[in-house]
Nanobody
């Protein structure tokens, strides 16, 4: 029942920065998460943030990306710095009906019920 809308994608050069946003139409205490799908590759977990602000990152973006959320605005953000060509992908916002019972559950796309339409991020050399 939660509707998610991503924004902020675009085309940048390697080493540049970009900021994505995900606005939720319904109020939620569940995790909000970023996944991405690169051309010719499977969808992969990028980062997640819980209601209390706890964050998780895939190793390839640690130290470069920062995920956060503003619960009052029902909005999640992804600040992407030092972008690489390998970061090129469609980025999707995802959430769930309720909080997960385990940490590992946050990393699996099949556990999410609500998805945004995706926003394209293209990084060129």
């Amino acid at each position: 029942q939660v509707q998610l809308v991503e924004s902020g994608g675009g085309s940048v050069r390697a080493g540049d920065s970009l900021s994505l946003s995900c606005a939720a139409s319904g109020r939620t205490t569940a995790p909000m998460t970023w996944f991405r799908r690169a051309p010719g590759k499977e969808r992969e977990f990028v980062a997640a943030v819980k209601w209390d602000g706890t964050t998780y990152y895939t190793n390839s973006v640690k130290g470069r990306f920062t995920i956060s959320r503003d619960n009052a605005k029902n909005t999640m953000y992804l600040q992407m710095n030092t972008l690489k060509v390998e970061d090129t992908a469609v980025y999707y916002c995802a959430s769930a009906p309720r909080p997960f019972a385990s940490m590992r559950a946050h990393f699996t796309a099949a556990n999410y019920h609500y998805w945004g339409q995706g926003t394209q991020v293209t990084v060129s050399s």
